[in-house]
């Protein structure tokens, strides 16, 4: 069983930045960001295989940044230049197999409870 605990979230204006950090029992070697907003379907932020090979969400890329430390097993998620409609609650998510691990719709076995990060214009 792996828990995830997120933290970082917040509530900053447009432009500025926020990390969420995702700490982990152990690592696994699929780990990522999730997000949902009111009333919209959940989305792909970002990934990260155990080899460290990343893949982020279009509207993201250049703009986040997906990290681990596995020496302390958490996960990292560098947020610049926050819009609006970054708005959500993030999800870390972890998953036990590097297989699929970038394939849509590929299932993640944990779940964190999710912080809040709230972007104003």
């Known amino acids: 069983q792996v828990q995830l605990v997120e933290s970082g979230g917040g509530s900053v204006q447009a432009g500025g930045s926020l990390r969420l950090s995702c700490g982990a029992t152990y690592n696994t070697a699929c780990m990522g960001w999730f997000r949902q907003a009111p009333g919209k379907a959940r989305e792909r932020v970002a990934l990260i295989g155990s080899d460290g090979v990343t893949i982020y969400l279009s509207s993201v890329k250049g703009r986040f940044t997906i990290s681990k430390d596995d020496a302390k097993n958490t996960l990292y998620l560098q947020m610049n230049s926050l819009k609006p409609e970054d708005t959500a609650m993030y999800y870390c998510?972890?998953?036990?197999?590097?297989?699929?691990?970038?394939?849509?719709?590929?299932?993640?076995?944990?779940w964190g409870q999710g912080t809040q990060v709230t972007v104003s214009s």
């Open positions: 998510a972890a998953r036990f197999s590097r297989s699929l691990c970038f394939v849509v719709g590929t299932s993640f076995e944990y």
